[in-house]
């Protein structure tokens, strides 16, 4: 039997030829009291994927199978892991796979920001120096505390995006206290940005979608939000002048975006928070006088700590938030293919991957 000394996943074996991925197996870290592993039975597609596999962020290791929206089920639990978990037990797993529960990112429950996070992917174990692969695999190995056990009446293809692509729309509009009557602008309406529309309403913010023409207005308006902005058409700007107390920025090139005109959409003292990772060879450029002479804050955020993310699935639970998927059957080509597709647009706006049952049977 192949588990549990070794996984088997799909993924990138060559950075230059990333449109098609290929099984491999793999050893996992050695499992730890705290631990649980998981049979995996979806995984969502998201945009930090594809900038992975295409060696956007650099290409620490191959293979990698990438993939951190993960849905399975725990087949082995350690004798110390958090409490409220046993074995059956559907569970989701995001970004980040393990953490240290000692520096003070831990003790202030912001454990996103550990200072020795291990991501699902491109994370790096420090006592084995063991890589992590990413959840396009038959199995995965976490410390229990980062995997959330995942309301029943919450359908497995909706719940996957949710893990990093929910979280991270949704911890900037907790951070900063949005409520009933809030104004919030959201740039971007893809995978992140419509889910972030979703949360946002949900909270009962008052929203404006932002982009750059008017091509995704109807998906925006049928997805809640109250006002859309074309950022192309400079009187859609020039109406929207000083009417947002935040906006949630889910552009993945801050390049294609002038942010001048998008800081002036904010009242005096108002928030511009970014959530998505660019290319490594970004940079972001602000001009001092503009932030001071309005109070203008800039910040970034990341996904969401445990404690959030436990939050945000049980407020999804009672707001019945269903992002917009599609699912794809798990298979070498398949996963090349929704790779494309998503740099391509070709996404309405998320994908799912399901069928890791049949796909890996051997494991």
């Known amino acids: 039997m192949v588990y549990p000394e070794t996984f088997q996943a799909v993924g990138v074996v060559d950075y230059d030829d990333y449109h098609n991925p290929k099984r491999f197996e793999y050893k996992p870290q050695k499992f730890r009291d705290y631990d649980v592993d998981v049979k995996i039975e979806a995984c969502g597609v998201c945009g930090s994927d594809i900038h992975a596999a295409s060696g956007n962020w650099g290409r620490p290791y191959a293979p990698v199978a ?52 291990v991501g699902t992917y491109f994370g790096t174990y420090k006592e084995s120096g063991l890589h992590t692969i990413g959840g396009n695999a038959s199995h995965i190995r976490v410390n229990s505390k980062l995997a959330f056990k995942i309301p029943d009446d919450l359908e497995t293809k909706y719940v996957a995006p949710l893990l990093c692509g929910g979280i991270t729309g949704f911890s900037p509009l907790l951070k900063n206290n949005v409520k009933k009557g809030t104004k919030v602008g959201i ?3 893809g995978g992140i940005g419509h889910m972030t529309i979703l949360f946002a309403k949900a909270l009962g913010a008052e929203v404006t979608a932002i982009s750059r023409g008017r091509s995704k207005e109807s998906d925006a308006k049928q997805l809640g939000a109250d006002h859309y902005i074309a ?13 947002l107390d935040l906006i949630v920025s889910t552009s993945n090139s801050f390049s294609q975006t002038t942010l001048t005109p998008v800081l002036k959409l904010l009242k005096a003292s108002g928030t511009f928070s970014f959530i998505t990772a660019p290319p490594e060879k970004e940079k972001m450029e602000l001009i001092p006088m503009e932030l001071i002479s309005s109070g203008y804050g800039v910040q970034g955020s990341m996904i969401g ?56 049977k051997n494991a």
Request: glycine letters at 8%.
């Open 66 to 117: 990438v993939g951190h929206e993960i849905i399975g089920t725990i087949v082995k639990i350690g004798p110390k892991a958090k409490s409220g978990l046993k074995i059956g037990d559907r569970v989701g797993i995001g970004a980040q796979c393990d953490c240290d529960s000692t520096c003070s990112a831990c003790k202030d429950n912001t454990e996103q920001y550990c200072e020795n996070s």
């Open 187 to 189: 740039i971007g309406i």
């Open 231 to 243: 950022t192309s058409e400079p009187e859609s700007l020039k109406k929207a002048v000083r009417t």
């Open 305 to 360: 700590s445990p404690k959030n993310i436990e939050y945000m699935l049980d407020f999804a639970s009672k707001h019945k938030i269903k992002p917009w998927v599609e699912t794809i059957e798990i298979n070498e080509k398949n996963l090349g293919d929704a790779w494309k597709r998503m740099e391509d647009g070709d996404v309405h706006y998320r994908f799912t991957m399901v069928g890791y049952d049949k796909f890996f």
